[in-house]
């Protein structure tokens, strides 16, 4: 089946430390694969997303994404964490190209101690 | 400021009452979409719209009832809602519905029924 997990629930860093969240999908070819943020009270903001080519992204806020096919993982990374990073983070992947058939991740809650 | 406006941002009724949600957007985006975010559960996909026909219907009970009346708006109705119906609501928006194109949220309606 079709799936997307972020093994993470809840992960707690110190300012300036550096972070990774994980992502793991499974489908049988690459999909359309993105990292969203959600901070209290808001809707989702889009980081970065792959579609094909260089399997590193980079996104917004200075956070970035690797791309491996071989682990089916597309991890976020940041190497130094602010105050305002502490939010829920998701991961979703399309199956096809389409957005009627995207799957989100639960979710990671980042909290960042000064 | 997303450009994606959904109002009320709070809403609280009963479990007799119709009430409607509203989305709006002001991007030029050709496609629009419902999703329902529960606590402990990944987002849900609910109702895709591209050019103001619906996509897809992902086995959604017909006490939601969505409406497309131009490419800007999109709403949906609400009518003898259960408990578990209460969630935040999130509308986003895309200039079209494939997966290339990213996905522009609002900050929800945050829905809870009596």
């Known amino acids: 089946a079709q799936s997307v997990t972020q093994p993470d629930i809840h992960i707690t860093v110190s300012e300036g430390a550096s972070l990774e969240l994980r992502c793991n999908y499974s489908?049988?070819?690459?999909?359309?694969l993105f990292w969203y943020v959600q901070s209290p009270g808001q809707g989702l903001q889009l980081l970065l997303k792959y579609f094909s080519g260089d399997t590193l992204v980079q996104g917004i806020k200075g956070f970035e994404a690797e791309f491996k096919r071989s682990q089916s993982s597309f991890n976020l990374r940041k190497p130094s964490v602010h105050w305002s990073d502490a939010a829920e983070y998701f991961c979703a992947f399309l199956p096809e190209t389409s957005y009627d058939k995207v799957i989100f991740g639960p979710g990671t809650s980042l909290s960042v101690i000064p | 400021e997303t450009g994606v406006t959904q109002t009320p941002r709070h809403l609280v009724m009963g479990m007799t009452n119709k009430k409607s949600l509203k989305c709006e957007q002001h991007l030029g985006h050709n496609a629009m979409y419902w999703y329902k975010q529960s606590a402990k559960k990944p987002l849900e996909l609910m109702f895709v719209?591209?050019?103001?026909?619906?996509?897809e219907n992902n086995s959604v009970p017909s006490r939601f009832s969505p409406e497309c009346p131009n490419s800007s708006h999109l709403f949906l109705h609400l009518h003898t809602l259960q408990p578990e119906d209460s969630a935040l609501y999130l509308c986003?928006?895309?200039?079209?519905?494939?997966?290339?194109?990213?996905?522009?949220f609002g900050d929800g309606t945050r829905l809870s029924i009596l």
């Open positions: 986003a928006s895309s200039q079209d519905w494939g997966g290339n194109q990213p996905q522009h």
């Open positions: 489908y049988g070819a690459t999909p359309y």
């Open positions: 719209y591209s050019l103001e026909e619906r996509v």
